[in-house]
T-cell receptor, first 107, second 116 residues
Framework: GQNIDQPTEMTATEGAIVQINCTYQTSGFNGLFWYQQHAGEAPTFLSYNVLDGLEEKGRFSSFLSRSKGYSYLLLKELQMKDSASYLCAVWGFKTIFGAGTRLFVKA | DTEVTQTPKHLVMGMTNKKSLKCEQHMGHRAMYWYKQKAKKPPELMFVYSYEKLSINESVPSRFSPECPNSSLLNLHLHALQPEDSALYLC???????????????FGPGTRLTVL
């Protein structure tokens, strides 16, 4: 089976850096994805990790350690528009989404 | 064309109605998905089509009936739904091999369904 854990909520200040953690247990692993979802909208693909290490994409970076079953999403230079839910999704036999972390960015 | 479209955006139906949700993509993607999402919950996988064949059915009740007429279109036929089926229904597609991982999913805007 698969199990994914993320913090429920986080608050950060505009311009700061925030790290959203995700731990997972899975019987098979092909990759890990991060999605952003604004309230009332569809999820948007942000990044993926297949191998261990850091993947950087503009203000967003994602890290993976397969041996630890651990990933994080790093958001730099936070903007108000980054207030959203961030979903960690693990691709085993199929892709399962974590419950998401609601990020509130305050001025 | 780099998007997944879904119609209608909103749907209100009675428990005896029959309606259909439509999803379309023209990105050459070969896998398409239906998800159900309740407020403040993650998307729950319902069905996966791969190369126009149903590959995953997550034990969804038969009142939901998927159909994939061709590689660009995915329908979800609804019949005799219950009020607890009210949710956001999301369609997604994912690319073939050669680029991002083949399970990278691109979502449509969703259909917000209310069952009275």
């Amino acid at each position: 089976g698969q199990n994914i854990d993320q913090p429920t909520e986080m608050t950060a200040t505009e311009g700061a850096i925030v790290q959203i953690n995700c731990t997972y247990q899975t019987s098979g692993f092909n990759g890990l994805f991060w999605y952003q979802q604004h309230a009332g909208e569809a999820p948007t693909f942000l990044s993926y990790n297949v191998l261990d290490g850091l993947e950087e994409k503009g203000r967003f970076s994602s890290f993976l350690s397969r041996s630890k079953g651990y990933s994080y999403l790093l958001l730099k230079e936070l903007q108000m528009k980054d207030s959203a839910s961030y979903l960690c999704a693990v691709w085993g036999f199929k892709t399962i989404f974590g419950a998401g972390t609601r990020l509130f960015v305050k001025a | 064309d780099t998007e997944v479209t879904q119609t209608p955006k909103h749907l209100v139906m009675g428990m005896t109605n029959k309606k259909s949700l439509k999803c379309e993509q023209h990105m050459g993607h070969r896998a398409m998905y239906w998800y159900k999402q309740k407020a403040k919950k993650p998307p729950e996988l319902m069905f996966v089509y791969s190369y126009e064949k149903l590959s995953i059915n997550e034990s969804v009740p038969s009142r939901f009936s998927p159909e994939c007429p061709n590689s660009s279109l995915l329908n979800l036929h609804l019949h005799a739904l219950q009020p607890e089926d009210s949710a956001l229904y999301l369609c997604a597609s994912s690319p073939p091999s050669g680029g991002p991982p083949t399970d990278t999913q691109y979502f449509g805007p969703g259909t917000r369904l209310t069952v009275l």
